[in-house]
């Protein structure tokens, strides 16, 4: 009994290290996986149902559906945990959320002759774009800028919340500066958020001089605004890699 134990404790290894990238560096699964995941995008460069692509996402959904299976069994050895716990806490993690949720357009009905049935199919049709959500498993740059962006959560909602703060000041300062071009509020916040970014559609504008000169320096903050989330992500990532470095 124990040396059955054993081998399959061995089998669930080996298994393991096939399926989970990084393991043992690519290897042919990897290499099927991301081919698979670019496959399945196809159906979304055509507005109609094609039949033959019908057909091949349901063969996707299945390898997805085989792959999600496997990763479940084994998820006690990602997790370093033990198996009743990792099979309970697996599910609800967030790459396996992303699968399971990748896995619903390939079941859901082709056809329908309730209209209001096709519309909400097209509508779930949208999340097949998380299969390219999986990506980041056979991708080592994927892996780390998700670990970057992981690292530096806190500085990046920081300066996300400062630009919040600094488009809704701008909104404030020119619909009351400005009475003709804006109708209202909601005008303003649209304007400055274009502005901040240095985008600036020009479908709106200020035409006083107080105006103008509030647009002016948004402009110019915005490009520190901007640079600011640059510079958080570029020092994460240097120390990611550096990180890296050191432990081969």
């Known amino acids: 009994m124990r040396e059955k134990n054993i081998q399959r404790k061995n089998r669930r290894k080996k298994l393991y290290e096939l399926i989970e990238p990084g393991q043992n560096g690519w290897n042919c699964y990897d ?45 006690d050895l990602k997790q370093n945990r033990p198996l009743f716990s990792a099979l309970l806490h697996y599910p609800f993690t967030p790459m396996a959320i992303a699968d399971l949720l990748s896995l619903l357009p390939s079941f859901l009905p082709s056809s329908s002759s309730a209209f209001r049935v096709l519309r909400l199919f097209r509508l779930i049709r949208v999340l097949t774009l998380l299969r390219l959500v999986r990506l980041g498993r056979y991708i080592p740059g994927f892996r780390i800028i ?41 005008d303003a916040l649209y304007w400055a958020a274009i502005s901040v970014t240095s985008v600036g559609y020009g479908d709106i504008c200020p035409v006083t001089a107080a105006g103008k000169t509030v647009a002016a320096l948004s402009s110019i903050i915005g490009i520190a605004v901007i640079a600011l989330p640059a510079g958080v992500i570029t020092a994460g990532y240097l120390k990611v890699r550096n990180e890296r470095d050191e432990k081969k």
Do not use: H
């Open 31 to 75: 290499c099927f996986m991301l081919t698979v995941i670019l496959v399945s995008l196809l159906p979304l460069f055509f507005k109609g149902f094609v039949p033959a692509l019908q057909k091949v996402d349901r063969v996707i959904g299945f390898i997805f559906l085989t792959d999600y299976l496997l990763r479940f069994l084994t998820s």
């Open 146 to 186: 998700s670990e970057v962006l992981r690292t530096q959560a806190v500085p990046l909602l920081s300066v996300f919340a400062m630009t919040c703060v600094y488009i809704f000041l701008c909104a404030v300062l020119i619909f009351n500066l400005e009475p003709a071009p804006f109708a209202d509020f909601w």
